[in-house]
């Protein structure tokens, strides 16, 4: 006897796989249904050594202030990294 379970997705990964299921009968004229797709797609996840590296494990341990350099936010100040020291020290 398989055991089943259920797991709860966002929204948007429900409107996501809907499109995928509307596009692979579009395409290729066969239905999947969304537990055939989900495990398959579980499946190669799992069994690809870079996706778990790149893409599950990169938010896991990383420093927030590293996450914020990456990833700058736009304050809409303009200034020179030169006069840096003379504003913050006054020199």
Do not use: C
Not at 8 to 24: H, P, S
Not at 52 to 75: A, F, N, S, T
């Amino acid at each position: 006897m398989k055991k089943v379970s259920t797991v709860k997705v966002d929204k948007r990964i429900l409107k996501l796989l809907d499109r995928f299921q509307a596009e692979i009968l579009l395409k290729y004229g066969v239905k999947l249904d969304k537990k055939e797709v989900v495990e398959k797609a579980v499946e190669w996840a799992l069994t690809k050594k870079e996706f778990i590296r790149e893409v599950l494990l990169r938010k896991q341990g990383k420093d927030k202030m590293l996450d914020l350099l990456e990833k700058p936010i736009d304050w809409g100040i303009e200034d020179s990294s030169i006069n840096i020291d003379k504003h913050l020290y006054g020199e």
